[in-house]
């Protein structure tokens, strides 16, 4: 903090000359370049921020659209000026990650830019800086960053990320294989993911007091199968032992331990339906399936332990149930292309809260400047979904600093096919001198759900 008010020191005192207001000027853009010059007086007075920049270049903008003929040298370079010394306030609070993932992300301002530097923010992180926990957190982020990445941007080319998604996983598998040998000698033997239970009272806690009955999370998925089948083991391993003395010391722990799972049983059951119809990816339908695969096999275990509970032969039952109506994994993948489908088919613009015409043509005009040239889209339609301002202010003073209303936008994307953005699109205007002014359009990417073009009515 002390060295960001040192540096606004150095901006007032280096820029005591600002160039001034044209107070001849009385064409359409008049409110604009009088808004322009109000705050570049915040800067050469010492209070200048990056929202009086912001604000600042959405009043040079919106000079340029009312009076394209008059010349805004001036302000450009007085906003170049005042952008030089904001930059590097920012780049001065930013970590040693940040500022080498912005390096790594470049100028690429791509759909999926977030998720760019998401990734680099967490790759660049020292490893020997943070737990094995938290790394292991970071590549599960890492992970899902570049998933996302490869659906908001299928061009953008993320063979350098998943090459240093390698590395990290390699110098951590190392790390690890150090340790075991630091512990061993040279001996170099695999350590087992969990110790072979050979007992019939550590098969009976493994089967029923330690074991969660759950996947995991979507990538866990690809070692679903075989946890399904591990759990069948043991459950034939204890079958075929004489285990009545696991049943006298931990019998009774491990009903507790199975009664307390039927309500979670009941309640993942009654959400298959309802999900059925609305997963439309093939991971969720596999989630599905194998989440229920193990449910069998757990309610199957429990059932033949304990065959005197009739709650527990009730819920395997009612497992299978549900497993013969979702059918097989090729079945369940054509669901969710049919979900898909039909979910396109629905998608379509809301009712407009109210209408105004001028300030839908600000939505679809921003957005085209935003991305048309760059993205190769087009906006075709936008519809307000507030019908009347939402007031913004100082989250210290309570001041009034402007004011948004939501919305909604279809545009045709650079396939030919059209794309409802459903999320972060917002009128915008800032409050000063007693006016609001500077209406503009407020994105957050192209992070749209496909819709049939013939919806956008």
């Not at 307390?260 to 399936?289: C, H, N, Q, T, W």
């Amino acid at each position: 903090m002390k060295s960001f008010l040192l540096l606004f020191t150095y901006i007032f005192f280096c820029f005591t000359s600002t160039a001034q207001p044209d107070a001849n000027y009385k064409g359409p853009g008049k409110v604009e370049m009088q808004s322009f010059w109000r705050q570049a007086e915040y800067f050469k007075n010492g209070k200048g921020t990056a929202t009086t920049l912001g604000n600042m270049k959405r009043s040079l903008d919106n000079l340029k659209q009312k009076d394209p003929a008059y010349s805004t040298t001036a302000m450009e370079t007085e906003f170049s000026k005042w952008k030089a010394e904001i930059d590097k306030v920012v780049d001065a609070g930013k970590t040693d990650e940040q500022r080498a993932a912005d390096a790594k992300s470049g100028d690429y301002a791509g759909a999926a830019k977030n998720q760019v530097s998401y990734f680099w923010q967490r790759a660049l992180i020292p490893t020997d800086n943070i737990s094995e926990g938290v790394l292991n957190g970071n590549i599960r982020d890492m992970e899902y960053a570049i998933k996302t990445t490869k659906e908001k941007d299928p061009s953008y080319n993320t063979t350098e990320m998943e090459a240093a998604l390698k590395k990290i996983k390699d110098d951590l598998k190392e790390k690890k294989l150090a340790e075991v040998r630091q512990t061993s000698g040279d001996k170099r033997s695999s350590r087992p993911v969990e110790k072979e239970v050979m007992d019939p009272t550590g098969l009976l806690e493994k089967l029923f007091i330690e074991t969660n009955v759950s996947i995991g999370s979507t990538s866990d998925l690809p070692e679903a199968p075989a946890k399904i089948e591990a759990y069948k083991a043991k459950l034939a391993k204890l079958l075929s032992m004489d285990y009545t003395d696991a049943l006298i010391k931990r019998g009774k722990y491990a009903k507790g331990s199975i009664s307390g799972k039927l309500p979670a049983a009941d309640r993942e059951l009654d959400k298959i339906e309802g999900a059925l119809k609305e997963v439309r990816e093939k991971s969720g339908m596999e989630y599905i399936y194998y989440t229920l695969q193990l449910h069998s096999a757990f309610w199957d275990a429990a059932q033949k332990v304990f065959p005197e509970e009739s709650s527990y032969i009730g819920m395997y039952k009612k497992v299978n149930e549900g497993i013969a109506k979702l059918g097989s994994l090729a079945q369940l993948y054509t669901k969710a292309e049919t979900n898909r489908i039909e979910y396109i088919k629905n998608t379509k613009l809301p009712v407009a809260a109210v209408k105004d015409a001028n300030l839908e043509k600000v939505i679809i005009n921003g957005f085209n400047k935003v991305y048309g040239a760059t993205r190769n889209v087009s906006g075709l339609k936008a519809v307000l979904t507030q019908s009347s301002w939402t007031i913004l202010r100082n989250s210290l003073t309570g001041v009034v600093i402007g004011r948004q209303r939501s919305a909604k936008l279809a545009y045709k994307g650079s396939d030919g096919k059209c794309y409802l953005l459903p999320d972060y699109v917002f009128i915008h205007e800032d409050y000063v001198g007693n006016s609001f002014i500077n209406t503009g359009a407020v994105f957050n990417g192209l992070d749209g759900e496909e819709m049939l073009c013939e919806n956008v009515k």
